[in-house]
């Protein structure tokens, strides 16, 4: 890790853990006096939550929760609403000062519907960094929700660990994917420190990475390889190890980008 600017995602079950969520929150506080830094979510359970009370069905393809019209709506609500403003309120109770954004604003991304056939689910891709640099220049916290718009001013739902590499992307950042997992453990329950990309293949070949687990290495691998640089898996419970973030300290499981193969060698 380095002092350039520091893009932190989290899910959306950091919210119904408050506690966490401030010990985190002061932790980024604490970092924000280092570097740059911006705070990406989802809100996956609480769209769950609130679609469940509508009455409506959701479901998920490879991944990605598929918004039909008459849903989307709700998303965004559930998203760039609900959970972004309790974020933003729990950060204000630690005395971080938030500005509460979604991946519209400021054209900080830009997106395009990703198929048809999924909705309103989008693709992100580098943006402009004027509106999040000056944020952080004046000592805000960017929270930055997944909900976005394509440019003919359609509301799109995109994944947040897509959202936040092309965020990352943007500001030419270091990313951290935080979730309720210390990172990636090998067979005998240690954490794995660093893993290149043949590494990934065997954990996945003989049964350690399995699961959700698959999903987060994968998510980090197409990350790393998109920015160019080591992603971290890592828990957001981790907050000493964060506020200690440098090339040789750092919490959880760094990610390898993918090497593309040479497939005309001379």
Request: net charge negative; aromatic share 2%.
């Given at each position: 890790?380095s002092?350039?600017?520091?893009?932190?995602?989290?899910?959306?079950?950091?919210?119904?853990?408050?506690?966490?969520?401030?010990?985190?929150?002061?932790?980024?506080?604490?970092?924000?006096?280092?570097?740059?830094?911006?705070?990406?979510?989802?809100?996956?359970?609480?769209v769950?939550?609130?679609?469940?009370?509508?009455?409506?069905?959701?479901?998920?393809?490879?991944?990605?929760?598929?918004?039909?019209?008459?849903?989307?709506?709700?998303?965004?609500?559930?998203?760039?609403?609900?959970?972004?403003?309790?974020?933003?309120?729990?950060?204000?109770?630690?005395?971080?000062?938030p500005?509460?954004?979604?991946?519209?604003?400021?054209g900080?991304?830009?997106?395009?519907?990703?198929?048809?056939?999924?909705?309103?689910?989008?693709?992100?891709?580098?943006?402009?960094?004027?509106l999040?640099?000056?944020?952080?220049?004046?000592?805000?916290?960017p929270?930055?929700?997944?909900?976005?718009?394509?440019?003919?001013?359609?509301l799109?739902?995109?994944?947040?660990?897509?959202?936040?590499?092309?965020?990352a992307?943007?500001?030419?950042?270091?990313?951290?994917?935080?979730?309720d997992?210390?990172?990636?453990?090998?067979?005998?329950?240690?954490?794995?420190?660093?893993?290149?990309?043949?590494?990934?293949?065997?954990?996945i070949?003989?049964?350690?990475?399995?699961?959700?687990?698959?999903?987060?290495?994968?998510?980090?691998?197409?990350?790393?390889?998109?920015?160019?640089?080591?992603v971290?898996?890592?828990?957001?419970?981790q907050t000493?190890?964060?506020?200690?973030?440098?090339?040789?300290?750092?919490?959880?499981?760094?990610?390898?980008?993918?090497?593309?193969?040479?497939?005309?060698?001379?």
């Amino acid at each position: 890790m380095s002092t350039s600017a520091l893009v932190v995602k989290v899910g959306g079950a950091l919210i119904d853990a408050p506690t966490s969520a401030k010990a985190l929150l002061q932790a980024l506080n604490t970092l924000q006096q280092q570097r740059p830094v911006v705070l990406v979510h989802g809100g996956g359970a609480g769209v769950e939550r609130l679609l469940s009370q509508l009455g409506l069905s959701s479901h998920k393809h490879q991944g990605l929760r598929v918004t039909p019209d008459d849903q989307i709506d709700y998303v965004v609500g559930a998203l760039a609403g609900t959970a972004n403003k309790q974020l933003c309120a729990l950060a204000i109770s630690v005395g971080v000062t938030p500005v509460g954004l979604s991946l519209a604003d400021g054209g900080l991304v830009n997106c395009r519907v990703l198929d048809p056939a999924l909705g309103h689910v989008g693709k992100a891709s580098p943006g402009n960094p004027d509106l999040l640099q000056r944020c952080c220049a004046d000592g805000f916290l960017p929270v930055v929700s997944s909900i976005g718009a394509d440019p003919e001013g359609n509301l799109l739902n995109v994944n947040a660990d897509q959202a936040a590499t092309a965020i990352a992307a943007t500001l030419a950042a270091d990313l951290l994917l935080l979730s309720d997992v210390p990172g990636v453990l090998d067979g005998n329950k240690q954490l794995i420190k660093h893993l290149e990309q043949q590494d990934v293949e065997t954990l996945i070949n003989d049964n350690i990475i399995t699961d959700g687990m698959i999903v987060k290495v994968r998510a980090a691998q197409q990350a790393a390889t998109a920015l160019g640089r080591p992603v971290c898996i890592a828990s957001w419970q981790q907050t000493d190890a964060l506020l200690a973030l440098s090339e040789d300290h750092f919490p959880g499981t760094l990610i390898a980008p993918v090497v593309a193969r040479n497939t005309h060698e001379t």
